[in-house]
């Protein structure tokens, strides 16, 4: 008696980039995806950012007979929390974060003034 154990896996992957200017200006658009194949399910990681912008990972995991089971996305950078795919006004996380930079400076020159 015999048994076919054939196992597939494949893994692929496919990138694009572009950018040009104008005036001056120079804007441009950056894309990745990796997928991975087994018995088991097939895996997808795609990477997408603007030039200036949070590059927005996002990985969606498949079961065997093509059915999503998982999705989950995030934005990298400002804080590196995971965005639950959700949209993020970035200017209020900018202007947290300049906040924050602008406490802190403030603090060291007065520490440096007072001597500390």
Do not use: C, W
């Amino acid at each position: 008696m015999s048994s076919n154990n054939n196992q597939h896996y494949s893994s692929s992957t496919v990138s694009y980039s572009s950018s040009s200017t104008r005036d001056g200006e120079t804007t441009g658009f950056s894309y990745s995806a990796h997928t991975e194949r087994d018995p088991s399910g097939t895996t997808t990681n795609v990477t997408s950012q603007n030039n200036g912008e949070p590059a927005h990972h996002e990985r969606r995991d498949y079961d065997e007979s093509g059915r999503l089971i998982s999705s989950e996305g995030r934005a990298s950078g400002g804080s590196g929390a995971d965005s639950g795919r959700r949209i993020e006004n970035v200017s209020d996380q900018q202007r947290e974060n300049d906040k924050l930079y602008e406490e802190r400076i403030e603090d060291e020159y007065a520490k440096r003034e007072g001597g500390a």
